[in-house]
């Protein structure tokens, strides 16, 4: 399993317990945070982990284009920050 994995998996953990906890409003907010901040984290640690594989960087551009317009990750990234 690669680093991109293993943070995807703590991102969707996030996402389910915010499932389970729409109710509890902090119980929720809190796992909006840790969440936001794992989703972020993917793409960072995705850059460091694939750098020297070949491709990758062209690769790359062309998924960051594609989120730049993005309207879903427009709004997690402004809720991010």
């Known amino acids: 399993m690669t680093d991109t994995d293993e943070k995807l998996l703590e991102a969707e953990h996030f996402l389910k317990c915010m499932i389970e906890s729409q109710a509890e409003r902090y119980t929720f907010k809190y796992n909006l945070s ?30 960051q284009d594609k989120l730049r317009v993005d309207h879903k990750m427009k709004v997690l990234d402004k809720k991010r920050t």
């Open 34 to 63: 840790a969440f936001l901040s794992a989703f972020r984290s993917v793409t960072f640690i995705m850059q460091k982990e694939f750098k020297r594989r070949f491709g990758f960087a062209d690769w790359y551009k062309v998924q």
